[in-house]
């Protein structure tokens, strides 16, 4: 399945009113694709909520399945946009896009995360300083899954 099938997909399920879910299997790929809002029921399959190259959603408050806050006070975290791999660096010779310490400008590259071998640069939504980074190089994470925690300025 490549990205233009995905995005169609995608389309017709945020287009149409009457559709609240679609499940396709293609060549051993199994996509769901639920419309936000709609009961989540426990599933196998991955689901994508948006398409690839989604810029990251920032979160202000924890939730019960994603990893805590460094301090919880104040706090920001840039979250995975998709179901992928995370990587810190562009490729393995390099240093990583951000350490903990550093501050970011909003609009930042803070990392990728593959998916389908799209490589997606995550960037950060808010000016601050990385307090931390809970999810290891080159670890599976979920949609949602808490990838960054940025003290703002």
């Known amino acids: 399945m490549?990205?233009?099938?995905?995005k169609e997909l995608i389309e017709i399920v945020?287009?149409?009113?009457?559709?609240?879910e679609l499940e396709v299997e293609k060549?051993?790929?199994?996509l769901k694709v639920r419309k936000a809002g709609s009961a989540r029921k426990p599933t196998q399959s991955f689901d994508v909520p948006h398409p690839q190259g989604a810029a990251a959603r920032v979160?202000?408050?924890?939730?019960?399945?994603t990893?805590?806050?460094a301090d919880g006070a104040g706090v920001f975290f840039v979250a995975s946009p998709m179901v992928g791999t995370f990587y810190r660096a562009p490729n393995p010779d390099t240093e990583p896009f951000v350490k903990v310490g550093d501050f970011v400008e909003k609009g930042s590259v803070v990392c990728i995360v593959e998916a389908m071998k799209l490589m997606n640069e995550i960037e950060s939504e808010v000016a601050g300083e990385i307090v931390s980074i809970p999810v290891e190089n080159g670890q599976p994470v979920?949609?949602?899954e808490r990838l960054f925690a940025i003290r703002p300025r």
Not at 14 to 20: M, V
């Open 59 to 65: 979160l202000n408050q924890p939730s019960a399945d």
């Open 14 to 20: 945020s287009t149409n009113d009457n559709i609240e």
């Open 2 to 6: 490549n990205f233009k099938e995905l």
């Open 142 to 144: 979920e949609y949602g």
């Open 27 to 30: 060549a051993g790929v199994r």
């Open 67 to 69: 990893p805590a806050a």
